[in-house]
């Protein structure tokens, strides 16, 4: 609490204040906090300051999350993907966040499961304030002939292949967050009505 102003108070009076503190929806871990407050007593008395005790609050926890979009705004999730395009995924890890101070990153591993190629993401953007980071990897359809090497940067996947995406640590801290990425086989199907492209959908047809 914050007084604009002098306040006197009679002798035997008491006075009671209030902190609110707003945090961010994602923030995780516990909140301390403390406050003074600055007295005299009249008339020549000289300037006091007496501490509060320190508040504890015990943040609820949140689950770290991770995610595709279909671009660099990161504000689309996206289910599925073509090959030759990149891969766009977020995480969203507060727990990784132990450091204010600093700018911390979260790896990415992007697994093809017909291709068996492995692909880590150490370009990271740092986790900030909002405990959030993003990568980039592109996806190559696998060539006939060619060696996956794993750790180039480059995922070699296959039509019809599931890419997962996993974070499994930051620094010295341990979370768990996986999700899966479908890319589309050959071809495309299109809505008659909007025309725009159906992703991720399995068609069939009968003579």
């Avoid at 660099?72 to 450091?99: E, I």
């Avoid at 499961?113 to 980039?136: I, N, Q, W, Y």
């Avoid at 499994?168 to 050959?186: F, K, Q």
């Avoid at 008659?192 to 991720?200: D, F, H, K, Q, V």
Wanted: hydrophobic share 40%.
């Amino acid at each position: 609490m914050q007084s604009h102003g002098p306040l006197v108070l009679a002798p035997g009076a008491t006075l009671a204040g209030q902190l609110s503190v707003t945090v961010n929806t994602n923030a995780g871990g516990s909140l301390t906090a403390a406050a003074s407050t600055s007295w005299a007593s009249a008339p020549q008395g000289s300037v006091q300051n007496t501490p509060s005790n320190t508040v504890v609050v015990q943040l609820p926890v949140r689950a770290a999350s991770i995610a595709y979009f279909t671009n660099a705004s990161y504000v689309t999730p996206s289910v599925s993907a073509l090959t030759g395009s990149p891969l766009f995924v977020q995480v969203d890890a507060a727990l990784c966040n132990t450091d204010p101070s600093r700018a911390l990153t979260a790896p990415v591993t992007l697994t093809s499961r017909l291709t068996g190629d492995v692909e880590s993401s150490p370009r990271s953007k740092p986790l900030r304030t909002a405990a959030v980071s993003h990568s980039t990897v592109c996806a190559h359809g696998q060539r006939r002939g060619r060696v996956v090497a794993s750790g180039d940067g480059i995922l070699e996947v296959l039509p019809n292949d599931l890419v997962t995406a996993a974070v499994a640590h930051c620094g010295g801290v341990t979370v768990s967050a996986t999700t899966t990425l479908l890319i589309d086989p050959s071809g495309a199907v299109y809505d008659e009505r909007t025309t725009s492209p159906w992703r991720a959908r399995r068609c069939s047809s009968s003579m």
